[in-house]
C-alpha cells in the first residue's frame, strides 16, 4: 500500500482562493517531498521538508510537517490557472545513514484552478 | 543547467519484444532512480543506481533490469513486454552523498505502451 495518502483526491477553486493539500504517511521517515505534476508529464519539484523541520516556505508554497500526526500540508496561496496540476507528497524512509534512495508516493491531489 | 533528460519520449512496442528506455542525470549528479507510473497504480520505485552501481530495486520482476554507465547515465531495459508494462517511467537523478538525503530531480519520462 501506498505510504503517502493524499487529501482531497481532487480540488477545484477559483484563481486567488488559497489551496490546501494534505498528506498522510505510515512510518517515520527522513524528509518528505512535494512534486507537481502536469498532465501526466514529468515531476517538478517543488520543496523537501526534512523530519527534524515543522514548516518551509519557497514563494507561494507554504508547507508544514507534523511528525507526531504523521501529516504534512501543501498550502499555496493566491493560485493561478497555471497552478492547474496533480500535487504529489513523497517519503523517503529508512535511517540517514542507510538511504534507501525509494520515494514512496502518494496517490495525488488533482487541483483545477478556474481563471 | 540542463535538467534530466530521457529518450524517447515515447516508445510504442509489441508483447513479448524488449523495450531500452535511457537517462541522462543532471551534470554532477551520481545517482540515478527509476519509476514507472502506470494507470490506476501510481507511482513505484523500479531501481536505484549509484555511482555504477545497484543500490536497491523495488518490487518488479527481473525482467526489469538496468545500468549505469561510467558517465552515469542509465539504461532501464524491460525484457518480455507485458501489456501491463504500458506506463509512463520517470528517471530521476540526485547528488548522492552517504549519510545524507537529496531532492530527486525528475525528468519529463518515457511513455511506453505495449500493444
Known amino acids: 500500500s501506498q505510504q503517502g495518502e493524499e487529501d482531497p483526491q481532487a480540488l477545484s477553486i477559483q484563481e486567488g482562493e488559497n489551496a490546501t493539500m494534505n498528506c498522510s504517511y505510515k512510518t517515520s521517515i527522513n524528509n518528505l517531498q512535494w512534486y507537481r505534476q502536469n498532465s501526466g508529464r514529468g515531476l517538478v519539484h517543488l520543496i523537501l521538508i526534512r523530519s527534524n523541520e515543522r514548516e518551509k516556505h519557497s514563494g507561494r508554497l507554504r508547507v508544514t510537517l507534523d511528525t507526531s500526526k504523521k501529516s504534512s500540508s501543501l498550502l499555496i496561496t493566491a493560485s493561478r490557472a497555471a497552478d492547474t496540476a496533480s500535487y504529489f507528497c513523497?517519503?523517503?524512509?529508512?535511517?540517514?545513514?542507510?538511504?534507501?534512495?525509494?520515494?514512496?508516493f502518494g496517490q495525488g491531489t488533482t487541483l483545477q484552478v478556474k481563471p | 543547467e540542463a535538467g534530466v533528460t530521457q529518450s524517447p519520449t515515447h516508445l510504442i512496442k509489441t508483447r513479448g519484444q524488449q523495450a531500452t528506455l535511457r537517462c541522462s542525470p543532471i551534470s554532477g549528479h551520481t545517482s540515478v532512480y527509476w519509476y514507472q507510473q502506470a494507470l490506476g497504480l501510481g507511482l513505484q520505485f523500479l531501481l536505484w543506481y549509484d555511482e555504477g552501481e545497484e543500490r536497491n530495486r523495488g518490487n518488479f520482476p527481473p525482467r526489469f533490469s538496468g545500468r549505469q554507465f561510467p558517465n552515469y547515465s542509465s539504461e532501464l531495459n524491460v525484457n518480455a513486454l507485458e501489456l501491463e508494462d504500458s506506463a509512463l517511467y520517470l528517471c530521476?537523478?540526485?547528488?548522492?552523498?552517504?549519510?545524507?538525503?537529496?531532492?530527486?530531480?525528475f525528468g519529463p519520462g518515457t511513455r511506453l505502451t505495449v500493444l
Open positions: 530521476a537523478s540526485s547528488p548522492h552523498r552517504r549519510g545524507s538525503t537529496d531532492t530527486q530531480y
Open positions: 513523497a517519503t523517503e524512509i529508512g535511517s540517514v545513514l542507510a538511504n534507501t534512495g525509494k520515494l514512496i
